[in-house]
């Protein structure tokens, strides 16, 4: 996986780190290695909070996207949110 520039995820919470990791070693065995971090909170943000909290971050793709939003979401408790948008992946820890 990898992390555009100029992307800050030293900030991420353990909470989304441990995301990052899954999402890492998931990369080594399906065709996930060209995912991006495009976004985590200096970026430009969909209508939530959870980047203030640094639990929140995009994964950018080529398309199609499909595939990989479905890959993600089975792979991720409920607690976070997996929103397919029409050019990234929104990821965030929001239990409700
Ligand atoms: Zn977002």
Do not use: W
């Amino acid at each position: 996986m990898l992390t555009k520039k100029g992307v800050d995820v030293s900030q991420l919470k353990p909470l989304i780190c441990k995301i990052l990791d899954a999402l890492e070693s998931m990369s080594k065995f399906r065709s996930l290695s060209e995912l991006t971090i495009t976004s985590t909170y200096e970026g430009k943000h969909c209508a939530t909070s959870m980047y203030s909290h640094h639990l929140a971050f995009h994964i950018g793709l080529g398309p199609p996207p499909k595939n990989v939003y479905h890959v993600i979401r089975a792979a991720l408790p409920l607690a976070y949110n997996v929103v397919l948008k029409a050019d990234h992946i929104h990821i965030e820890h929001n239990p409700k």
